[in-house]
């Protein structure tokens, strides 16, 4: 991969990646806002969200736990439970694991990404047949794009592959304490490359690193761009439920 396509990938996964967690957070929103319109109960409402999400939140957990134990590092209590949390947010699920370095942490926050957007390639590709349609969306072939659209829920259990792949790639993201050592490990990984490169050995990193990190990029964009057509295909269906049941309950005051 030349560097043009190296930043044009890089440009296409932040472009790809933003509108997702975005989506991801106003999807969520409004799957809970219909569910409370429903329910009219708080706790009710955060349990049969929880339920709903339980395959996504299973991978996510079992990713931190399996990675902490292939790094050896000693781990506790798996929950599966929701928990509201003091500032306001909901825990789905969460894993005790022992204090390690920081390369450690950052792989055992990073797990369920890695699990997860496997996971997301695979289902997206082999089992609800998304690759064909956005080779159509590159080609500009309209005519193509709707055809294989329109024959997508003709596949063999469709639907359920279709749950399982969106609440895994909904829930695949780690969290902010997932995230914690994220920061100080890029740091030292960027002042260890600059060292090489100002050594000499930059044509040696572009000619190992490079290719290995251009593909990493393209499987960035195509589990992103899997994800992000599942978020909007449920968003509006959610949105429109919600503002149903919102005017209903306005009309009954």
């Known amino acids: 991969m030349d560097g043009f396509s190296f930043w ?3 440009v296409w996964l932040f472009g790809l990646t933003v509108p997702l967690l975005y989506l991801q957070r106003q999807l969520h929103r409004e799957i809970q806002l219909t569910f409370f319109l429903i329910t009219r109960h708080p706790t009710v409402t955060m349990g049969i969200f929880a339920l709903l999400f339980l395959p996504g939140v299973l991978v996510h957990e079992v990713s931190h736990l399996l990675m902490a134990w292939i790094l050896r590092v000693p781990t506790g209590r798996l929950s599966l439970l929701p928990r509201f949390l003091p500032n306001g947010k909901v825990q789905l699920g969460a894993v005790e694991t022992a204090p390690a370095d920081i390369f ?6 990073a797990a369920p990404l ?18 064909p349609l956005f080779e159509a969306i590159r ?12 024959h997508l829920p003709e596949l063999p259990d469709f639907w359920l592959w279709f749950y399982l792949t969106f609440t895994i790639s909904t829930t695949m993201f780690p969290s902010e304490a997932d995230r914690r050592t994220w920061l100080p490990v890029l740091g030292i990984g960027a002042s260890l490359g600059m060292l090489a490169w100002l050594s000499g050995a930059g ?28 978020h ?15 005017g209903k309950a306005r009309i009954t005051g």
């Open 8 to 10: 044009g990938g890089l």
């Open 104 to 109: 450690r942490d950052a792989l055992i926050g």
């Open 114 to 131: 890695i699990t997860g957007g496997a996971l997301v390639a695979y289902l997206g590709a082999s089992r609800l047949g998304l690759l």
């Open 139 to 150: 080609s500009h072939n309209n005519d193509l794009f709707w055809s294989l659209l329109k």
């Open 203 to 230: 044509g040696w990193l572009s000619g190992t690193f490079a290719p290995l990190l251009a593909q990493v990029i393209q499987v960035g964009i195509s589990i992103s761009a899997i994800s992000l057509v599942l």
């Open 232 to 246: 909007l295909a449920l968003w509006f269906p959610f949105r429109l439920l919600r503002a149903v049941f919102q």
